[in-house]
């Protein structure tokens, strides 16, 4: 879905409770004013909270300090978990108990997969939920999943995903070391807040390969503002259900941000640049074709737009979600695997198991 949400859903949607101030739940905010301007929009603010105000004052948002204080204000059309990982669950729960039609649920969907499991029931009853891995609606990561379902470099062999940036770009109006990224009682850490990528090689290659079978890992927790006990590096090594290898490297601690995803095939591979937009094939004779070469200013605005307008078919019956509960629950089965891999000094183990030390 995309363009602007219509005429019949504007008025339809008349009140939004967002949990959380932080940068996602004022991203949402945001988009939210942008495409309904007359509903009210109420954030859901702890009251010891250091998030600036501007955002909420700018978008006109009703500031309430629980999302007890946000349901009494009446029928809620739309509701937003955009608060620490712990408290996914909880505030998810509240929204389906209150009769909420929908639900958008910001990654990760909790902070292992044991802790997630009570979503499947919740995503079984009424409440419609959305899982906000929002790559899915950006311009390149679609693109990407186009071309391999067109078989563009043919049967993949091996994969790539690389993301990293210093913690200290991430949210400059906030010290890092009191943001839900760098505390571990917040649900920080790299495989957490940087978990997008493992939800991408998931929608890329999934279908096809099936799910990530085996992790190994190795995590390092130095090198970048935090409480000093969450991930700030991590590197994996995955195998798929069929055998297909490959890896993804996480940091938050390389100065210069960089951001590319490559899938090798057996008619060569393709190699984008999640930062400018740029999609290459390069061929088994070393030339490369520039498949898509464009700015990607705007790109992650796009996404959200998108997200948002996804988030709003869904509550209508219109769309089914395009990132589910399910989705967000493999996710965290790979992040407890790679946790238990280092662990046990980097012996690759299955994805699948659930121990209780995730």
Do not use: N
């Amino acid at each position: 879905m995309t363009g602007t949400v219509d005429d019949a859903v504007d008025r339809a949607v008349g009140r939004v409770v967002i949990v959380g101030s932080g940068s996602a739940g004022r991203r949402h905010l945001t988009t939210l004013r942008r495409l309904l301007p007359d509903a009210e929009l109420v954030m859901v603010r702890r009251p010891d909270s250091t998030t600036p105000l501007d955002v909420p004052t700018e978008q006109g948002a009703v500031l309430v300090e629980s999302l007890a204080d946000g349901l009494a204000r009446g029928p809620v059309d739309l509701g937003v978990v955009a608060s620490p990982a712990p408290f996914h669950v909880g505030h998810t729960a509240a929204f389906v108990d209150a009769g909420v039609p929908a639900v958008l649920l910001e990654k990760p969907v909790a902070t292992s997969a044991a802790a997630a499991e009570p979503l499947v029931g919740l995503a079984a009853r009424d409440t419609r939920i959305v899982v906000g891995y929002h790559l899915r609606w950006s311009d390149t990561a679609p693109t990407m999943r186009t071309l391999l379902a067109d078989d563009a470099v043919g049967r993949v062999t091996s994969f790539g995903f690389h993301s990293a940036q210093h913690l200290s770009g991430w949210r400059p109006w906030a010290r890092t070391e009191h943001t839900v990224s760098g505390r571990a009682d917040l649900g920080g850490g790299i495989l957490l807040e940087i978990s997008h990528e493992l939800d991408g090689l998931r929608w890329l290659l999934a279908d096809h390969h099936g799910e990530v079978d085996m992790v190994a890992a190795g995590l390092g927790f130095g090198g970048a503002p935090t409480d000093g006990t969450v991930d700030t590096v991590a590197d994996l090594g995955l195998t798929l259900a069929d055998g297909t290898t490959g890896t993804v490297h996480l940091d938050m601690v390389t100065p210069v941000h960089d951001r590319r995803w490559w899938v090798v095939g057996e008619l060569g591979e393709l190699h984008a640049d999640l930062l400018t937009g740029r999609i290459e094939r390069r061929a088994p004779d070393g030339s490369i074709e520039v498949l898509v070469d464009r700015a990607a200013d705007g790109e992650r605005d796009r996404a959200e737009l998108r997200l948002i307008e996804h988030t709003l078919a869904v509550r209508t019956g219109t769309a089914a979600p395009g990132c589910t509960v399910e989705d967000g629950l493999q996710v965290l089965r790979i992040v407890d695997a790679a946790r238990r891999s280092h662990e046990d000094g980097g012996t690759a183990v299955p994805a699948g198991a659930v121990d209780g030390r995730g």
